[in-house]
Structures are given as structure tokens and as C-alpha cells.
């Protein structure tokens, strides 16, 4: 599996004959989204913040912020690239295909390994790669939505992929309460249904190799202008294809809340351990259906009415009050209204945020590469939100040193 260094034309002739039948298709786009959102999501939800407690006790909310922050951090840079990686690929096992295998596989033994990590340094650098990773099959996976389903079926088929969002962590969640509270168990089970279902999706889809067209191999200086492209597309040059990046940054910011659950359960309620798993399986589980709800009628309606600005605002609006209603929660009664108003407006978002973006995507050659940079609206709030809220943890005993990002305390749990 190689990329070419020629000029790289769109997928067509030969290619046209290696579509998926679309029950295969939408099987296969469902199974590999799941798989992501299982690998990703549990650990967020739960799983970092019992091996970061049994690692820096006190400063796990601190170490919380930054395993995260970093990570989405290293997603945000990963994603474009693995995106015209996956443009250029050259394979006979395929151009998205090979990477959502590999991506998968790889990424479910770096997940398993944070279960043996031993200090903090260590949970940030497998995190970190546990992103890359898993980059590559996400860009993959949603690219395989601009090279094979047809525009007239592209707002329900992204309603039944918004609905992964949350099935994805209930079946990690789900996994990972079968097991003792902060077990490697929980993260090997996470890491064979990640992997699996990578396999299944590799094995469900028809993909093909990127077409070499006739061209001279760019030079150096065109290589770097390709490179430098590979980050940025001009907002003015394609404005709505701007804004829909814009809005999805901006949503995704609501949603990103939802990194700290486990925290917030913690320390704003006082709930133990023991039934922290519990309670957030309770609120994935509302979540879930709420999801489900909203982004299939979500979905279905915007193919019927030819629009999708109107659930953009809707979408916007319900988020917005869940995270007010999440903020002011005097009980946990309120908390699982938040996770419901929470779960309308991303559903709703869902199902019509991947096919407004295929839309107006600014070319259909390098979709990979474009709905990478798309995605990076995704993964910049998941790195912005948690370096927003994390607070120093000896601030209560220090005056003015949750402002200090170099206190010996913030910096203990390092050693």
C-alpha cells in the first residue's frame, strides 16, 4: 500500500464496478463508525478518568485535561492528513478500505496498552496515538460517503450514521461495566470491538485504488504547496463550505461538554466510583435514544423538504439550553434533562451536518483530504473544551495558582 507521488485523478471507469450494493455500504459506514466512536468516547466517558485517578489521584482532573486536550490536539493535525494520505493511496485492497482496517487494528493494540501505562506521560503519549490511528479509518469512513452514496440518499444514510454517536459508546459502555471498575479488562474488551469492527467493515465494503492519470511528478516546490493545501481550503475562494465547517465547530463545542461527565458526577454530586459506570450508562442510554430519534426523523425530513438550515438553527438552539440546564443542575434530575434536551439537538445535527458537507464539498477528487479539514471542527472543540476547563487542583490551597500553569503542584503528578 503506497501512495503515489503522480498526479491522482477521481475515482471513475474501473472504479464504478467496485461500488458496495448500498445495504452493504450503509452496514459497512455504520459498523466502522461505531468502532470509532467505541475506541474514542468510552475512554473519554469513563474509562481515562479511572486509570487517570488510580494514577494521580487528587490531580486526575488536571491530568484529565490535558490527556484529552493533547490528544484532540494531535487528532486536529492528523486528520487532514490522513485524508489526502487516503486521496492518493494506490492499493488493490482499495484506497479507504485499507486504511479503516489498518486504523482500527492499530489503534485497538495502542488501546489496549494504556491499560499497563503507569504514570501520566505515558497515558497522553498512547492517547495521542490512539487519535492518529483512528484518524485514518474516520477519514476513511467518511470519505466513502462522497465516493458512493448517491446525493438523493445522502441525508438519510447521515441520519442512521448520526445515530453511531451514540450507539458507539453504549456498547463501550456497556463492555466496560461487565468488568471491576478500573480493570485492564474494560480496555481490552474496548480494543476487540474496535478492532472487529474494522474487519467487518473492511469485509462488507467494495472500495478501489486511486486512478494514476498522466501528469509529470510534482517537484519539491509543488510537493510543499501540497502539503501546505493539505491544511487549509480558502473560505473565500468556497464560503459555504466555510460556514458549514463553522457551525460544525460551534456545535460540536455543546456536545464536547459531555468529556467531562464522569468529573462532573464526581465532584459536583459526590457519586462513588463504584456507581460512577452506572449512572453514566444511564445517561448514554437517554442519550441514545433521543439520538436515535432525532437524527433518523431528522434525516428523513431533509431529504423530503430539500433543506437543512432550518434543523441547523433547531439543532444549535437545544444544545445551547441542555448545556444551560447541565451548568445551573441542582440534582441529578436535572442532569439527565440536560443529557435528553442534549441529545435532541445533536441528533438533529448529526443527521444532516455529513451530508450538508458533502454537499458543498469544494472537490469531489480530493474528498478525503476536504472532509478531513471538515472533520477538524469535530476534533477542535474536544481539544479547546478541556484546556478551557481545567482547573489547577491545588487552587483551593494556593491562592491565585490556578492561573499557573507551572506550580509544582499542577506538575507533581509528572514525576
Not at 475515482?11 to 474514542?40: E, K, M, N, P, W
Not at 440518499?153 to 448520526?162: C, K, N, T
Request: glycine share 10%; hydrophobic share 55%.
Amino acid at each position: 500500500m503506497t501512495a503515489s507521488p503522480s498526479r491522482l485523478g477521481p475515482v471513475g471507469g474501473a472504479a464504478a464496478d467496485q461500488r458496495t450494493s448500498f445495504g452493504r455500504l450503509v452496514a459497512a459506514l455504520i459498523v466502522s463508525h461505531v468502532g470509532c466512536y467505541v475506541a474514542i468516547i468510552t475512554p473519554i466517558q469513563l474509562l481515562l478518568t479511572l486509570r487517570l485517578t488510580a494514577i494521580a489521584g487528587d490531580a486526575a482532573t488536571s491530568a484529565f485535561g490535558l490527556v484529552a486536550g493533547f490528544g484532540a490536539l494531535v487528532a486536529l493535525v492528523a486528520n487532514p492528513i490522513a485524508g489526502r494520505i487516503s486521496d492518493r493511496t494506490v492499493s488493490r485492497f482499495g484506497r479507504r478500505r485499507a486504511w479503516i482496517l489498518v486504523g482500527a487494528v492499530t489503534g485497538a493494540a495502542t488501546l489496549a496498552a494504556i491499560s499497563a501505562a503507569t504514570s501520566v506521560w505515558q497515558v497522553v503519549v498512547l492517547w495521542c496515538a490512539v487519535q492518529v490511528l483512528l484518524t485514518f479509518q474516520a477519514a476513511a469512513t467518511s470519505a466513502v460517503v462522497a465516493d458512493q452514496v448517491p446525493e438523493g440518499r445522502r441525508g438519510g444514510v447521515s441520519g442512521l450514521i448520526g445515530m453511531t454517536i451514540a450507539i458507539g459508546p453504549l456498547v463501550g459502555l456497556s463492555l466496560a461495566n461487565g468488568f471491576p471498575a478500573g480493570s485492564p479488562a474494560q480496555w481490552i474488551s474496548v480494543a476487540v470491538v474496535t478492532a472487529g469492527a474494522g474487519v467487518v467493515a473492511a469485509v462488507l465494503l467494495r472500495d478501489t485504488s486511486a486512478l494514476v492519470t498522466p501528469g509529470p511528478v510534482a517537484g519539491r516546490r509543488r510537493g510543499y504547496a501540497v502539503l501546505v493545501r493539505t491544511f487549509w481550503i480558502d473560505p473565500r475562494r468556497y464560503p459555504a463550505f466555510g460556514w458549514a465547517c463553522l457551525v460544525r465547530f460551534l456545535v460540536t463545542c455543546a456536545y464536547a461538554g459531555n468529556t467531562y461527565y464522569s468529573f462532573y458526577l464526581l465532584q459536583r454530586f459526590g457519586v462513588s466510583q463504584d456507581r460512577l459506570g452506572t449512572l453514566v450508562l444511564q445517561l448514554t442510554l437517554l442519550s441514545v435514544v433521543l439520538i436515535a430519534l432525532a437524527s433518523v426523523v431528522a434525516g428523513y425530513l431533509t431529504d423530503l423538504v430539500g433543506r437543512q438550515k432550518p434543523f441547523v438553527v433547531f439543532s444549535g438552539v437545544i444544545a445551547a439550553v441542555g448545556l444551560a440546564v447541565l451548568a445551573a443542575a441542582p440534582s441529578l434530575g436535572y442532569v439527565f434533562v440536560a443529557a435528553g434536551l442534549l441529545g435532541v439537538g445533536t441528533g438533529a445535527f448529526v443527521a444532516i451536518d455529513l451530508a450538508m458537507c458533502v454537499r458543498l464539498l469544494p472537490s469531489s477528487a480530493d474528498a478525503g483530504r476536504d472532509m478531513a479539514i471538515a472533520g477538524i471542527a469535530n476534533s477542535l472543540p474536544q481539544s479547546i473544551v478541556p484546556f478551557i476547563a481545567r482547573r489547577c487542583w491545588r487552587s483551593g490551597d494556593t491562592p491565585g495558582c490556578s492561573r499557573s500553569l507551572r506550580c509544582s503542584g499542577c506538575w507533581a503528578w509528572w514525576r
